[in-house]
């Protein structure tokens, strides 16, 4: 370019990568050779071999078993309730071997196209995948189009890529507003709900959704802080509260208090996002959507999950609604959670419909 010359204003801007300092990237938007696995497809692997998920994937769980209990067969109708990254559904697509529809849901307006876009490139579109945004506690409404279905799949909770991505503010562990919703376009944030939450609900809440030990000395320590007019409106600013809060009680371990702050956010998470609630609707409206010798496989990750899908089939065991059911739950193999840390707290259950 010669001295006077101007740069061209229409011309496209080059973007420098951003960087980051070390040899490896901590923050999310730092990983982008994990981004993009179509490029970059060696690091993907280094980092599984690690048991890590690279960013922006999810690793599918207990997929063998779940397959082996399915035993999908080409013609069959099918639906994944919880879509994902879309990993199980992909099994699920391979097994109807093209013929048959597979009907894919999740709450997520946000990782639901590109999950689309990601199974239309491996050659799954509207013929065979119908994917929906509906949340699962209204999967009767499919069924005017699906009619009855001959398998189910439900892996409950947050995907690797809601986890990872701070602007969702599910982790405790990185900077984010405190939001923690599937849909962030209905509904109010975390930091929202905090602000008119009492202390009863907050501690109560604390103790039922994550058995949490430490529940009145965090909902003080919320409450104290809000009542004085200071702002919790990040997940490191609660992060702060709960850990300052903590750091009085005797003997407490660095450790214990990482523990506590896990089961506060999974507790906000389920609150904010009703996961109690929709979960007992689906398990109620399960059999009523299911062919008969339908089967279902549920995948979950905490005791009040788990809870209550074991209620509800010994219930309807019982009553004779279905024909059998998983005698105990189903834990993913070693060498699967010794390749994805984050199957360790898996269950699986099952029913098959009378
Ligand atoms: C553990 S991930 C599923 C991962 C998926 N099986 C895969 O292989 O990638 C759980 C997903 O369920 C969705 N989800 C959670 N609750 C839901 C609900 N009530 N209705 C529909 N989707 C829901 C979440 O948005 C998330 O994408």
Request: charged share 25%; with cysteine; proline share 5%.
């Amino acid at each position: 370019m010669y001295q006077n010359d101007e740069p061209d204003k229409n011309m496209p801007q080059y973007q420098r990568r951003i960087r980051y300092k070390g040899t490896y990237p901590k923050a999310f938007h730092e990983k982008y050779k994990e981004l993009h696995p179509e490029k970059y497809a060696s690091t993907v692997t280094k980092v599984m071999q690690k048991g890590g998920t690279p960013a922006g994937m999810h690793l599918p769980i207990c997929v063998n078993e779940i397959l082996t209990f399915l035993q999908i067969k080409p013609g069959q109708t099918g639906l994944d309730a919880t879509l994902g990254y879309g990993g199980h559904a992909l099994e699920m697509l391979k097994c109807l071997d093209t013929s048959g529809q597979l009907y894919a849901i999740d709450v997520d307006p946000l990782e639901l196209p590109r999950t689309r876009e990601r199974l239309e490139c491996l050659g799954y579109g509207s013929e065979i995948l119908k994917i929906k945004q509906i949340n699962f506690s209204q999967i009767d409404q499919l069924i005017s189009e699906s009619g009855l279905f001959d398998f189910i799949l439900a892996d409950l909770g947050v995907s690797s890529m809601q986890i990872d991505n701070p602007e969702r503010g599910f982790s405790f562990k990185s900077d984010g507003p405190l939001d923690l919703r599937l849909n962030p376009e209905i509904g109010k944030s975390t930091a929202e709900r905090l602000k008119e939450m009492t202390y009863d609900e907050l501690q109560g809440m604390l103790i039922e959704n994550a058995d949490e030990p430490h529940s009145i000395e965090i909902a003080r320590a919320i409450l104290y802080n809000l009542k004085k007019g200071i702002a919790i409106s990040t997940t490191t600013q609660l992060r702060t509260i709960i850990q300052t809060a903590l750091k009085s009680i005797p003997h407490i371990t660095d450790d214990e208090i990482k523990k506590s702050c896990q089961r506060s956010f999974q507790a906000l998470r389920i609150d904010i996002n009703n996961e109690y609630e929709v979960l007992d609707t689906f398990l109620e409206k399960l059999p009523h959507v299911l062919a008969p010798g339908g089967r279902v496989a549920l995948l979950s990750f905490h005791s009040g999950e788990d809870r209550r899908v074991k209620k509800s089939f010994k219930h309807l065991l019982n009553e004779g609604v279905y024909r059998e059911i998983a005698p105990a739950p189903i834990r993913p193999s070693s060498e699967e959670c010794y390749i994805n840390g984050r199957a360790r707290s898996a269950k699986l259950r099952w029913a098959i419909k009378s």
